[in-house]
């Protein structure tokens, strides 16, 4: 299988906020993050389907919100992972989240490349 991304994933798993159009919010666990997207993992069902656009307020060491579309969702036993490609950020967000990305780049590079 081709990965289709354009941006490097970064393993970050941090507490976020999803709020649908229809007004109905939830928890919601970052797994991954890249520039243009993350994977997310909800327990239980809150009807998502795919091309939802979403409202996600992502809680790590910074706190980012934006708009995303769901882009595929895997049900799992006990809880749903759904890929979102980001679509609205504003500027000052999106210098947070390349700041946070940058970061966690920096502390995941062997000692090797830092002497």
Known sequence: MIDKRYYTRYPLICD???ALESG???SAEIRDISIEGAR???YGNPFIKEGDI???NIKCKYKIKLKAQVRWIKNFDKWIEFGVKFL???M???ETLSQLLSE???TTIS???LK
């Open 104 to 106: 966690y780049a920096l």
């Open 54 to 56: 979403i409202f996600l």
């Open 40 to 42: 997310l993992r909800i």
């Open 24 to 26: 109905l919010t939830f």
């Open 16 to 18: 976020a906020l999803v």
């Open 88 to 90: 609205e950020i504003s």
């Open 92 to 94: 000052q967000d999106q």
């Open 111 to 113: 000692d090797v490349y």
